[in-house]
């Protein structure tokens, strides 16, 4: 079974514009969490989609957003970009929503300049 | 705002040497999941420890879910080369919202 895929795998971009990551999950899974990882805050939930729908949100303004097709991958999209949000950006899938096990894809590495 | 702390946040052992990393919290998680993530990857899972007081054992990893299910340990017994790497716990808020601890950098040295 292939494992969770994020394209694109590196990302440079600069203050202002706009990006679109897109995250794959396994087959079969149709929960995907979106999370951000710097060195200074670590991993930090963004928020989660099931069944098309956004179920969860973390503390993140709203310049950061997401959607999910009907065959469960996802794409979130950070608007206005900002030097800080420079950032290995991490998708996960899990069976469905509520408590289950989530499988991390290898990450969106994004530069802003 | 359930937080998880985790320790130590460096170690730097020799090959063959035990350690421990703890993961604390002051809340209450339904479960708890310890993840290995080397740079530039994402994280892999290890386990999950769901029922207070639970043991899992992985080769050479022993994971604990304390008995109120507020805290974790994972040790490593004789470390190798290539259990080198990040070490994070992520606490289960509810949601597949996964709460991290900031993490443990490993690094054994042959």
């Known amino acids: 079974k292939a494992g969770v895929t994020q394209t694109p795998r590196y990302l440079i971009k600069t203050r202002g514009q706009q990006v679109t990551l897109s995250c794959s999950p396994i087959s079969g899974h149709r929960s995907v969490s979106w999370y951000q990882q710097t060195p200074g805050q670590g991993l930090q939930f963004l928020f989660e989609?099931?069944?098309?729908?956004?179920?969860n949100k973390g503390n993140f303004p709203g310049r950061f957003s997401g959607r999910q097709f009907s065959n469960s991958r996802s794409e979130m999209n950070v608007s206005t970009l900002e030097l800080g949000d420079s950032a290995l950006y991490l998708c996960?899938?899990?069976?469905?929503?509520?408590?289950?096990?989530?499988?991390f894809g290898p990450g969106t590495r994004l530069t802003v300049l | 705002t359930q937080l998880l702390e985790q320790s130590p946040q460096f170690l730097s052992i020799q090959e063959g040497e035990n350690l421990t990393v703890y993961c604390n919290s002051s809340s209450v998680f339904s479960s708890l999941q310890w993840y290995r993530q080397e740079p530039g990857e994402g994280p892999v899972l290890l386990v999950t420890v769901v029922t207070g007081g639970e043991v899992k054992k992985l080769k050479r990893l022993t994971f604990q879910f304390g008995d109120a299910r507020k805290d974790s340990s994972l040790h490593i017994t004789a470390a190798q080369p290539g259990d080198t790497g990040l070490y994070l716990c992520?606490?289960?808020?509810?949601?597949?919202?996964?709460?991290f601890g900031a993490g443990t950098i490993l690094r054994v040295k042959s």
């Open positions: 989609y099931f069944s098309e729908t956004q179920r």
């Open positions: 996960a899938s899990s069976l469905d929503h509520g408590t289950d096990t989530q499988y």
């Open positions: 992520a606490g289960d808020s509810g949601g597949n919202k996964l709460v």
